[in-house]
């Protein structure tokens, strides 16, 4: 499948651009180019009633199956919803592990009940949730998943006991994924189940972490006893991995675009930095902004051809590539930011933390090549599934 834009889809490129001017100001516009990775702590609440408001225009789950309550836009469509909105300065999202993660895994893999039970929250931009799937010994190797699930005696209810640890958004969150073992005795891959948990709950502890930028948008999770009912397990017991790893592949998803869309704004913000500081005067500096604008061009490129392939959860071998791409290109654009600035990116604002976007830029790219598969992981998945090198060797199956 190609993906292109006709006629009518550019009208409605024009639809969501004036959708997000309308609506994207007044109180909402101190979240234009806000939120997002490095700087989900600002505005929760704000951009909690903003998802609300993206609802009730009908933008949540776009690219949702109607039956699931969604627009079933073609995929050209999402494409362009999404760059719109990144192209507007949309916040960042702070439903988008419901709509691009859950939502996709609960219509593969969810029973009807749970569809309409669990569904309609995130469309309506009022359930956020949360990814409980690393923990202190289980983060690369993530089938060392050491968190417990057992059945209570009436068989009602899970038992959740263990910790989870770079808990994106716990804090927020009112629903979380967990990746736990049901199976006693079990290792690897085998015996772990996918279940879902409601967060409010005293037996949950959440402690955030504080990160390079100051700020804390990811948390350790403690559950103790944890109660979740039967009916919040997808799949059957001992399905866990296979359904955890169909959700990563749901990451590669059509949001890619909009992220796209963010690191375009960036460069253009860094190229008007070079021209007005006389950084674009530098031909090293020139060459790599030219370099930048070039691998940015290859990302979009790369994305379309991923976005053709069907989108249920598989990864094939563009998508392989994709997570290193991006996260090494942004590496880049990070010190190339602080490069351009000069001996300004050493001068903060004012006080501790008070970093401006590309200062917070340069910091938190250095967590693009470690979540969602570290660089190195993501040169082994390339290494033995893309091109059929021997298997790295493991101490386990
Ligand atoms: C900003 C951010 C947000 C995150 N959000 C979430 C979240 O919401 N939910 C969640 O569950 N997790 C989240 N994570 C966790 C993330 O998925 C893990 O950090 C990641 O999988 C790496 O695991 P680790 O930190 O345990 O590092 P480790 O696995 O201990 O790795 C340490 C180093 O060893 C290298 N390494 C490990 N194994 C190999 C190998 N076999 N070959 C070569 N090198 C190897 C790694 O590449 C890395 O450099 C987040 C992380 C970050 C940084």
């Not at 417990?148 to 958004?169: N, Y």
Request: overall charge negative; hydrophobic content about 40%.
């Amino acid at each position: 499948m190609k993906i292109g834009f006709n006629a009518d889809d550019e009208a409605f490129r024009q639809t969501v651009a004036a959708w997000m001017e309308q609506h994207l100001k007044g109180d909402f516009a101190p979240l234009r180019f806000r939120g997002g990775p490095g700087d989900e702590h600002s505005f929760p609440e704000e951009r909690k009633a903003w998802e609300r408001l993206l609802a009730s225009g009908g933008w949540i789950g776009v690219g949702w199956a109607p039956e699931h309550g969604g627009r079933g836009l073609s995929l050209s469509r999402q494409v362009i919803f999404h760059e719109e909105y990144a192209r507007a300065g949309g916040p960042g999202r702070m439903g988008h592990i419901g709509e691009g993660l859950v939502g996709p895994t609960l219509a593969a893999f969810g029973t009807t009940e749970q569809q309409a039970r669990l569904l309609p929250g995130i469309l309506a931009g009022t359930q956020f949730w949360c990814q409980g799937y690393s923990e202190p010994g289980a983060g690369s190797d993530l089938a060392n998943v050491k968190t417990r699930a057992v059945l209570d005696d009436s068989g009602e209810h899970w038992l959740i006991s263990g910790q989870k640890v770079w808990t994106s958004l716990a804090h927020e969150a009112d629903w979380c994924f967990v990746l736990a073992r049901t199976e006693p005795g079990s290792s690897g891959h085998h015996g772990l189940s996918f279940l879902l948990v409601p967060m409010a709950q005293a037996s949950i502890r959440v402690q955030p972490i504080q990160q390079l930028t100051g700020t804390s948008e990811f948390n350790e999770v403690f559950f103790d006893q944890t109660p979740t009912a039967t009916a919040n397990l997808v799949g059957k017991p001992g399905d866990g991995w296979k359904i955890a790893m169909a959700l990563l592949g749901f990451e590669r998803g059509v949001s890619t675009l909009g992220q796209q869309m963010q690191f375009h704004n960036e460069l253009d913000e860094i190229i008007r930095i070079a021209k007005d500081n006389g950084a674009a005067r530098d031909p090293i500096l020139r060459q790599r902004i030219a370099q930048a604008w070039a691998g940015l061009k290859v990302l979009r490129y790369n994305s379309l051809r991923m976005l053709s392939g069907p989108q249920d959860g598989s990864l094939r071998k563009e998508a392989m590539i994709y997570k290193l791409a991006w996260s090494t290109w942004h590496l880049e654009l990070g010190k190339l930011a602080m490069d351009v600035l000069g001996s300004e990116a050493e001068i903060l604002d004012a006080g501790p933390y008070a970093l401006s976007r590309l200062q917070s830029l340069f910091l938190f790219t250095r967590a693009d090549t470690i979540y969602g598969g570290s660089n190195e992981i993501q040169r082994n998945i390339i290494a033995e599934r893309a091109l059929g090198m021997p298997r790295e060797p493991r101490l386990r199956g």
